[in-house]
């Protein structure tokens, strides 16, 4: 079992940065690939990003490449999101989820822990 607190979320101008974070309770965090996804008022969730649970494979949406990078410090249990470059469609309630599939995915449904979620917003 694991939970999820996000946090970091806030209001920035277009073009600024921001960086989430999402801290697991529990043990074994390590054996987790996570992941970051988002959800924009009316429209469905959407994969942001994903990490491998070394951190060594990682994976992004083509909208956020190059802006978006994701990371994971296992020893405070804690993934990251750093957002560069904010734009306006940016603006979502991003999620952290964390799945023990053993394998890289965007998919949603195959992740077995969810977070509450932080709003995240950029004015244009």
């Known amino acids: 079992q694991v939970q999820l607190v996000e946090s970091g979320g806030g209001l920035v101008q277009a073009g600024g940065s921001l960086r989430l974070s999402c801290a697991a309770s529990g043990r074994s965090f390590s054996k987790y690939f996570m992941g970051w996804f988002r959800q924009a008022p009316g429209k469905e969730r959407e994969f942001v990003a994903t990490i491998t649970w070394s951190g060594g494979g990682t994976r992004y949406t083509d909208s956020v490449k190059g802006r978006f990078t994701i990371s994971r410090d296992n020893a405070k249990n804690t993934v990251y999101l750093q957002m560069n470059s904010l734009e306006h469609e940016d603006t979502a309630v991003y999620y952290c989820?964390?799945?023990?599939?053993?394998?890289?995915?965007?998919?949603?449904?195959?992740?077995?822990?969810w977070g509450q979620g932080t709003q995240v917003t950029v004015s244009s």
């Open positions: 989820a964390a799945s023990d599939r053993g394998v890289l995915t965007t998919i949603a449904e195959r992740y077995d822990y």
